[in-house]
């Protein structure tokens, strides 16, 4: 077994929409308003991205914290303007941490074998606030930024 496949089972993972597989492994028990709801404070989950995936261009109405474990990563995030990071080891040029702001457009894409990262979102990811860039949604997103491309 590789370690791919040994981070899936150890971990408990299952595949994502969006791409690549994810556990989630946190869910505060504190409540907080948000965009007129009830939401859970946090939400944090395990999100696995194995080389030749990717995290389709999608979007959320919370803050999303990305950190990677192993492995390293490319993040992309669109609100006015288009922002590239890379996340891994920390080196020149190389983060461990970035923040997609609630509402950006994101992807990313593994630059390594595999990575693995962990995604914390506050107040608490939920699915009904998930939107994945599809049809005339996507078309619009790579007209505005085509860097997007990469990640379809």
């Given at each position: 077994?590789?370690?791919?496949?040994?981070?899936?089972?150890?971990?408990?993972?299952?595949?994502?929409?969006?791409?690549?597989?994810?556990?989630?492994?946190?869910?505060?028990?504190?409540?907080?308003?948000?965009?007129?709801?009830?939401?859970?404070?946090?939400?944090a989950?395990?999100?696995?991205?194995?080389?030749?995936?990717?995290?389709?261009?999608?979007?959320?109405?919370?803050?999303?914290?990305w950190?990677?474990?192993?492995?390293?990563?490319?993040?992309?995030?669109?609100?006015?303007?288009?922002?590239?990071?890379?996340?891994?080891?920390?080196?020149?040029g190389?983060?461990?941490?970035?923040?997609?702001?609630?509402?950006?457009?994101?992807?990313?894409?593994?630059?390594?074998?595999?990575?693995?990262?962990?995604?914390?979102?506050?107040?608490?990811?939920?699915?009904?606030?998930?939107?994945?860039?599809?049809?005339?949604?996507?078309?619009?997103?790579?007209?505005?930024?085509?860097?997007?491309?990469?990640?379809?």
């Open positions: 077994m590789g370690r791919i496949e040994e981070l899936i089972e150890l971990l408990g993972m299952r595949r994502h929409p969006e791409g690549g597989y994810y556990a989630e492994v946190y869910r505060s028990p504190v409540e907080v308003a948000h965009s007129g709801k009830t939401r859970k404070a946090v939400s989950i395990y999100f696995l991205l194995p080389r030749g995936e990717v995290s389709r261009p999608h979007r959320i109405l919370s803050d999303e914290l950190h990677v474990y192993e492995g390293e990563l490319e993040l992309v995030w669109a609100d006015e303007g288009f922002h590239r990071t890379r996340l891994g080891r920390v080196r020149e190389v983060k461990a941490f970035a923040v997609v702001p609630a509402g950006a457009w994101q992807a990313a894409r593994p630059l390594s074998e595999y990575a693995l990262a962990g995604c914390t979102v506050s107040p608490a990811f939920e699915w009904d606030e998930f939107e994945l860039a599809e049809g005339e949604v996507l078309e619009g997103l790579l007209e505005r930024f085509p860097e997007f491309k990469e990640f379809v």
